[in-house]
């Protein structure tokens, strides 16, 4: 199994397995020096291959991305990846979600890095049953009506 890296996918340290390529143009995207350089030198030590698309697959990203209207949000760099991804008929790694929608439209597969659950975060506060009002913290009871207290997420 191929897979194709975008920056992200190379800065989480992770071990994908299989093979793992992404563009050259990722060194635009990478500090020369520091700990992104550092893992950027792991993932090439571990085997990952810098490949570059043909011409005629990154014209085909670019016309897909105009298509679903997310060109603008593309670098150069995700473009290229995303060719690489076409062309080799690899897994793309990326949490990007313009990315993500390109390659659906191309019938790219791919995956997510961040696990899901991690990118929301709930928080929690307390709602009076009896007159409505919320309160931050935990009470036995409503302090101004003395109704119960429901615990209730907030966005
Ligand atoms: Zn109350």
Not at 98 to 104: D, H, I, L, R
Not at 113 to 126: D, H, N, P, S, T
């Amino acid at each position: 199994m191929i897979y194709v890296l975008d920056t992200s996918a190379i800065l989480s340290g992770k071990f994908f397995g299989g093979k793992i390529v992404t563009s050259p143009k990722i060194l635009k995207e990478i500090k020369p020096k520091g700990h992104s350089w550092r893992l950027f030198e792991y993932m090439k030590s571990i085997g990952l291959e810098l490949i570059s698309p043909p011409l005629v697959d990154v014209k085909k990203v670019v016309e897909a991305s105009k298509k679903t209207g997310d060109y603008h949000n593309l670098s150069d760099v995700d473009i290229d990846i995303l060719a690489l991804a076409y062309h080799l008929k690899g897994i793309l790694l990326t949490d990007d979600y313009s990315m993500q929608n390109v390659a659906k439209e191309l019938g790219i597969k791919y995956m997510g890095i961040v696990e899901e659950g991690i990118k929301e975060k709930w928080k929690w506060i307390y709602r009076c049953k009896s007159c409505g009002k919320y309160y931050k913290e935990y009470h036995k009871e409503c302090p101004v009506c003395g109704g119960d207290l429901k615990r209730v997420r907030k966005r």
